[in-house]
C-alpha cells in the first residue's frame, strides 16, 4: 500500500513557477514509476510527466515539453514537478500516481493516487 500526498499547488500569473511536490508513505517507493497527472474542469485526466523508479528516464506530454521537469529522491520517498512558465491553460487540479508498470502514460495502469492540488495560472 502507498498513500501519496501532493502540496505545492496555488494561484500564480502566467509566467511564473510552481513547485509542486508528492510524498509517498510506504518502503517501495523506490520501486515505483511515478507520475503526475492534471484535470480541468470539464475535461479528461491528462498525463502530464512520469519518471521511472530510479530517475534515469522521463517522458513528457508535449505542452509541457521544455517547461516542466519532473524529478524523485528515493532517499525521501517524493517526486517534485517542477513547472516553469506557466500558461492558463495549465490550469487544473494535479494528481500525484504511482505505477508498477513501466513508464506509463495511461492512468489506468497507475495503482496509487494522492487526493490532488489546485493550480490555478490568471493571465
Known amino acids: 500500500q502507498v498513500q501519496l500526498v501532493e502540496s505545492g499547488g496555488g494561484l500564480v500569473q502566467a509566467g511564473g513557477s510552481l513547485r509542486l511536490s508528492c510524498a509517498a508513505s510506504?518502503?517501495?517507493?523506490?520501486?515505483?514509476?511515478m507520475g503526475w497527472f492534471r484535470q480541468a474542469p470539464g475535461k479528461e485526466r491528462e498525463f502530464v510527466a512520469a519518471?521511472?523508479?530510479?530517475?534515469?528516464?522521463?517522458n513528457y506530454v508535449d505542452s509541457v515539453k521544455g517547461r516542466f521537469t519532473i524529478s524523485r529522491d528515493n532517499a525521501k520517498n517524493t517526486v517534485y514537478l517542477q513547472m516553469n512558465s506557466l500558461k492558463p491553460e495549465d490550469t487544473a487540479v494535479y494528481y500525484c500516481?504511482?505505477?508498477?508498470?513501466?513508464?506509463?502514460?495511461?492512468?489506468?495502469?497507475?495503482?496509487?493516487w494522492g487526493q490532488g492540488t489546485q493550480v490555478t495560472v490568471s493571465s
Open positions: 519518471i521511472s523508479w530510479s530517475g534515469a528516464y522521463t
Open positions: 510506504g518502503r517501495t517507493f523506490s520501486t515505483y514509476t
Open positions: 500516481a504511482a505505477s508498477r508498470a513501466a513508464m506509463t502514460i495511461h492512468w489506468g495502469s497507475y495503482d496509487y
